[in-house]
Every structure is written in structure tokens, then in C-alpha cells.
């Protein structure tokens, strides 16, 4: 299975592996006093933990020997190498292991998670090779499936990262054949953030953590959820979000019955919204409030901002995170593409929805939303305006086809091929959507 991973960071806090960012550069130094191509601490701990490890090829990456070998007899004619482990130049202590299973190795609750979910039906296939990926002796375990699907014409490959007991924590989709794990090396977080978990989530499993000039992220599990809290630059914290899995929102019943019944009084939910994911944020500056996002009848996502109170609020409260705004950090060729295209733009949060990374920025004025897939190539931007600010020929064009403009927002939508508005309208008494130029050229219409 080639490597197509969007790799989840790992990290050391209470005996768990934490990874970080680490140069793309290969490093061939070595530390002093050492001779030969891979230093001798390296080969012990290697022959100690892989014994009888065959076709071994060592590289050097980021302050680390790395090994691509066969181990416990496995070879298969479509597998270049079926074992890959990171070891600590200066130290040569054993960092993480990629290894090659097959689908049916996987654990029990891996595979019944997997088939209760959308993707482990058709039209998605699953590969019978899964990518697993162990930090250090911990035996920290993640399980990588990659899925893909045709339709019209069109192929979709999703790489799904689940926890041994079955959680799923990431979808990427469209992941860099070629990634490796260098991206991800152990790093240990700050105190602050290490006295911080162990305060208010002890216990906990990490599985990611990114350290970056803007902050620190971390992502674990904690009572079979899902959480991400973030800190700002001196290491404060900012918010905490938690993901809610559900089949039926009902049964979440760590949401207030209070914010449910909110839910069902939107306008959104009332005309047949369907909601798909639940969220809640802790936050410093806001307090608490919960987070809906549902897909409407035109097949778009809307999000519904809720306080633990029941109030239906205007738009996502303030998540804080200092002077900036900043509130996420984004991979390097992201954050580029954002200076280069969004001048000026304040990255508000990012995270991953359906598959993609989703960051949410201010640019002139306006929440703009950006979606890039697992090579952080950039796949739209959308954002909401008023019906007012639709070019002349947009609404000229609507006129004079007989469409009355049903909503005072307009959506814009920005792709790498194209760009267009959608607009909600009333037509002969039905209700549309049209897609439309700039040059006021409809694309297409959609009927309720």
C-alpha cells in the first residue's frame, strides 16, 4: 500500500508519543564521536528490536535513522518493504514504526466501526492493505484504511485513521502518495500544557500535536470522545472542542436538552436540515457553546452556533487566542497560499471537515472558508455576502429570467477552475438555487 498518509502527529505526555513538525530536509550528519554510515547505538537498538530483519535499507531524515526492512516473514510481490522505523541519531532511541497488515488483521472493533460508517459501504472500497502506524514502546496504535470511490466518472481516496477501540479521529482526503513520517517527530510539549491535561484530563491518550509559532494544538482522546484544545503563543489556553458521534442526535446526551430544543426551532433544521456533525467549545473569552453543522435541501453545510443556555447566536462567538486572532496553524505551503491569495487574512481556525482541512480566515472584512486536501492543494473557497453586493450582471441576469431572490445572502464560491455565485431564488412558486457568473451566465439551477 503506497504511503498516502496525511500522518497524525504523535507526542510523549504520560507515557504517550508525541510528534511534531521537523524539516523536510535529509540530514546526513551524524553526532560527534560516532563513525560508519549509522551510528552504533542505532544498529543495537535496531538488531534488539527487529531481529532477523531482512532487506534492510537505511536513510537519514531530520536527526533521525530511518529503516525500511522486511520483518516476521511477511513479503509480498506488490510490497517494496513492509516494516519503516525512525530511531534518534544522538540517542538511538526507537521514535515510531509503520508496518503493513491486512484488512482482516485489523481489530474487531476497528473493522465494526468501519463498516457502521458511510465508507464502509458502496460505492467505497476498502484496500486490503491498512498502514499501522505504533509510537515507541508505548505501543500507542493507530490504523490508516484507505478508501476510495468512482462516481460519475470522477475518483475520491480517503485515508480514515482509527484508534484501536474503533474511534475515528481523521479523514483525509486525496493524501500525498508519497508522504512520509518525517513530518512527525517526537518532541515533548511544555509544561504548561503537559500540567494542563494532566489537570483537567488525566488520562488522557494523545494522538496529535502541532507546535507551531501561532500555538499549540493538541488532539486526544478522552472518554471515547474526541477532543482538540488549543493554546496561544505563551502557552495559555484558548478553547477546548469536543466531537460528538451520533446516529441520532437524541441519544448525545451530554448535549443540554435545552440546546437540542434550540436546534429543532432553526429554520435550517425546521425545512429539513439534516444535521451531521455536533461540536462543543470551552472557551477563555466566550464561555461555553456548541456548534451544528447541518446540510440543507441544496446540499449545502450550514453551521448553527448555540449557547448552553439555548440561545440561537449570530454567527461563532470570539474563540480568543490574544491579540491576532490567531487561533490555528496551518502547514507552511498553506499559510503561503493564504498571504499570497487572501493579503492580510487572520487565520480564525482550522480543523478537518469531510475529508479536507478547513481554515476559516478574515479577509477584507468577511469569514472566508478554505478547504485544501491531503497534499494541501487548494480546493475552494466559499463565503456569504448580501444579495446587494451580487454584481450588476448577476441581478440583471436573474431579472430577466424571471427569478425573484428569496434570501438576502449570496454565496461565493472560488475553485482553482472556476468561480460563481449561488443564489437562492423563487421561480413559478418553486424554490431554486442558481449557480451563476460573474458575467451573469447561469450555470445550472437546483430544484428543491
Same mark, same amino acid.
Given at each position: ?27 546526513? !550528519? ?17 538488531? %534488539? ?11 537519514? =531524515? ?59 459501504? %458502496? ?38 485513521? /482509527? ?63 474526541? @477532543? ?15 466531537? /460528538? ?23 435550517? /433544521? ?14 477563555? =473569552? ?20 448555540? !449557547? ?6 449570530e454567527g461563532r462567538p470570539d474563540l480568543g487566542g ?40 478574515? @479577509? ?56 460563481? /455565485?449561488?443564489?437562492?431564488?423563487? @421561480? ?9 457568473? %460573474? %458575467?451573469g451566465n447561469i450555470i445550472k439551477t437546483v430544484r428543491?
Open positions: 500500500m503506497a504511503k498516502s498518509r496525511l500522518l497524525l502527529g504523535a507526542c510523549i505526555m504520560a507515557g504517550v508519543l508525541f510528534f511534531t513538525s521537523c524539516s523536510e530536509n535529509e540530514n546526513s !550528519s551524524f553526532p560527534a564521536g560516532t563513525s560508519g554510515d549509522i551510528p552504533a547505538q542505532v544498529m543495537e537498538a535496531f538488531n %534488539a528490536q527487529f531481529p532477523g530483519a531482512s532487506n534492510v535499507v537505511w536513510t537519514t =531524515k531530520a536527526g533521525y535513522a530511518v529503516a525500511d526492512f522486511y520483518w516476521d516473514g511477511t513479503r509480498s510481490a506488490d510490497m517494496s518493504r513492509n516494516h519503516t522505523a525512525w530511531f534518534a541519531l544522538e540517542s538511538g532511541i526507537l521514535g515510531m514504526t509503520e508496518k503493513e497488515i491486512r484488512f482482516v488483521e485489523l481489530p474487531d472493533q476497528v473493522k465494526s466501526a468501519f463498516f457502521a460508517s458511510e465508507y464502509g459501504q %458502496a460505492p467505497w472500497v476498502a484496500d486490503d492493505e491498512v498502514d499501522v502506524l505504533t509510537r515507541n514502546s508505548v505501543a500507542e496504535t493507530l490504523y490508516i484504511i484507505d478508501v476510495e470511490k468512482k462516481e460519475g466518472g470522477a475518483g475520491t481516496d480517503v485515508d480514515l485513521y /482509527y484508534t484501536p477501540e474503533g474511534i475515528l479521529v481523521k479523514e483525509v482526503i486525496d493524501a500525498d502518495d508519497n508522504k512520509d513520517y518525517q513530518e512527525y517527530l517526537p518532541q515533548t510539549p511544555s509544561a504548561t500544557v503537559e500540567s494542563w491535561l494532566k489537570e483537567n484530563y488525566p488520562n488522557a491518550r494523545i494522538i496529535d500535536l502541532d507546535n507551531e509559532d501561532g500555538g499549540t494544538e493538541v488532539e486526544f482522546i478522552y472518554e471515547g470522545l474526541k @477532543h482538540e484544545a488549543f493554546f496561544n503563543q505563551a502557552q495559555a489556553w484558548v478553547y477546548t472542542r469536543i466531537e /460528538y458521534e451520533f446516529r441520532n442526535i437524541d441519544e448525545v446526551t451530554a448535549i443540554p436538552s435545552q440546546v437540542i430544543a434550540a436546534l429543532k426551532s432553526t429554520s435550517v /433544521y425546521l425545512e429539513g436540515g439534516r444535521i451531521e456533525e455536533a461540536e462543543k467549545y470551552e472557551t477563555e =473569552k466566550s464561555g461555553t457553546f456548541y456548534c451544528f453543522e447541518l446540510e440543507t435541501r441544496f446540499d449545502d453545510d450550514v453551521k448553527i452556533y448555540i !449557547s448552553h443556555d439555548g440561545t440561537v447566536l490574544g491579540n491576532t486572532e490567531d487561533t490555528g496553524t496551518v502547514a507552511g505551503d498553506v499559510e503561503q497560499f493564504i498571504q499570497e491569495n487572501y493579503p492580510g487574512a487572520v487565520i480564525i481556525e482550522r480543523g478537518y471537515d469531510d475529508g479536507y482541512l478547513e481554515v476559516d480566515i478574515r @479577509h477584507d472584512g468577511k469569514e472566508k472558508e478554505l478547504l485544501f486536501n491531503g497534499r494541501y492543494e487548494w480546493v475552494r473557497t466559499s463565503w456569504e455576502i448580501s444579495s446587494q453586493e451580487l454584481p450588476a450582471a448577476v441581478t440583471a441576469a436573474l431579472t430577466a429570467g424571471g427569478y425573484r431572490l428569496d434570501d438576502n445572502e449570496a454565496d461565493v464560491i472560488e475553485t482553482p477552475d472556476s468561480s460563481w /455565485y449561488e443564489v437562492e431564488v423563487l @421561480h413559478n412558486g418553486e424554490e431554486l438555487k442558481v449557480f451563476i457568473d %460573474a %458575467a428543491d
